[in-house]
């Protein structure tokens, strides 16, 4: 097999990393990859954005590439799966269709709602005048979000109203999140404890993957800005086999179910945001892709062959496939530039890099080589990621070679897995 990998952050250095384990997996392409991808054997980074999809088409075209995986969101909501598909192409994801689910909060809470899928009560509004009465009607705390894609950050958990205000005001009026700001959802409060769950589906089946917990916050204690998540280990123990049961059944199922009748059948891998609340499940959001930092936890626990499980769901053979767990808990810890998810240095040499503790990888994001040294090219630059006999013994180990790892503008969360403990 010759896979082409789209996308260039931790998630996407994860896949290349369990991808290459698989004997049938001859060379992997990654476009446009990191330094991470960039210094593993039998992978080349590509010189094209996520979002060239022609470009992306005709690589994959001319390469003979088996099967093409794609990491992030906005090349799934351009639409690049229908156009692989149309040029007779395998790659694994959902269509532009089903990826409004997660390109568009509106079409998503609308989708709950015809479908029954436990949701937050909600409204959105491109008015400024009627999202503020909204805001006043309801009062805090209250959930702002941009309706388009904002990687990760375009949510703001209003404690008051004039902060919810505000947020309304930066999406609508001032133009923070361009176009994905153009219309906003504003939602009830939920009081609880998150946890992530992540599915493949092939059009009608679905293979159940494994549980997780994302600190979005940026700060200790989940506090600060919403970023595109500073850390996250996997299994999420909260996540009982009957919340699994209860996941698949009243959030997944309607799902595929929904998307069968409208005649877009979803395919690839999709993530549910769950806030398990006293009143019960509800669902936060959903992700058309593999979570990231959720992507480098899980395929530290995942035994089974990725690569041939890629495969089956493309060929709508999941029904066929089985899927191995390490029983171990992974954990990773995210290091960030400083200032992020705002404005943030470029081009510092990271140092440490060195990790020699077993069961402990460190996945690149925000990377690049320039002059031989590997330095920083974005907000969230490395994921170090631990197995460990239980969750406290793979937070130390991650935090151990976390501590050896920096920058100069480097940060990190000290209480990843806190909340687990």
């Not at 005649?263 to 999709?270: H, I, K, Q």
């Not at 480098?296 to 709508?316: D, F, G, T």
Request: glycine share 8%; charged share 20%; with cysteine.
């Amino acid at each position: 097999m010759r896979i082409l990998i789209i996308g260039n952050g931790g998630r996407e250095h994860a896949l290349a990393w369990k991808l290459a384990q698989a004997e049938q997996v001859q060379h992997i392409y990654v476009a446009p990859g990191n330094a991470g991808t960039q210094a593993m054997e039998n992978v080349s980074n590509l010189d094209i954005a996520a979002t060239d999809c022609i470009a992306l088409q005709n690589f994959a075209a001319n390469n003979a590439i088996t099967l093409t995986i794609v990491g992030p969101e906005a090349p799934l909501a351009a639409g690049i799966v229908d156009q692989f598909q149309q040029a007779g192409l395998s790659i694994l994801g959902p269509s532009q269709a089903c990826a409004q689910l997660e390109a568009s909060k509106a079409f998503s809470k609308a989708f709950m709602e015809q479908h029954n899928i436990p949701t937050a009560f909600y409204a959105d509004f491109t008015e400024v005048s009627d999202a503020i009465a909204y805001i006043k009607q309801h009062g805090a705390p209250i959930v702002v979000k941009a309706d388009g894609l904002a990687a990760g950050k375009g949510v703001v958990v209003a404690q008051t109203e004039a902060e919810a205000i505000n947020a309304v005001q930066d999406m609508l009026s001032d133009n923070k999140f361009g176009a994905a700001g153009a219309r906003v959802v504003i939602e009830e409060f939920l009081d609880g404890v998150e946890a992530s769950y992540i599915v493949m589906i092939d059009g009608k089946t679905i293979l159940p993957m494994a549980s997780s917990q994302d600190h979005k916050a940026r700060d200790n204690g989940d506090k600060g800005p919403n970023t595109g998540g500073m850390g996250a280990y996997s299994p999420a123990k909260i996540v009982t086999p009957a919340i699994e049961a209860e996941v698949l059944s009243t959030v997944i199922q309607p799902v595929v179910d929904g998307m069968n009748a409208a005649g877009t059948p979803y395919t690839g891998f999709l993530y549910a945001g769950l806030m398990l609340t006293n009143s019960g499940l509800k669902v936060l959001e959903f992700n058309c892709r593999f979570g990231d930092p959720e992507t480098q936890p899980i395929m530290m626990r995942l035994q089974s062959n990725l690569a041939e499980l890629c495969q089956l769901a493309c060929e709508k053979k999941l029904d066929s496939a089985t899927i191995q767990w390490d029983k171990r808990t992974a954990l990773g810890v995210v290091i960030a530039s400083r200032d992020y998810p705002y404005s943030y240095p470029k081009g510092e040499t990271i140092t440490g890099l060195e990790v020699e503790l077993p069961n402990v990888m460190v996945f690149h994001a925000g990377t690049k080589i320039e002059n031989k040294n590997v330095v920083t090219n974005g907000g969230r630059v490395l994921c170090v990621t631990a197995l460990g006999d239980d969750l406290k013994i793979a937070q130390e180990k991650a935090y151990q070679s976390v501590q050896k790892i920096s920058w100069a503008s480097s940060f990190y969360r000290t209480d990843i897995g806190a909340k687990g403990l």
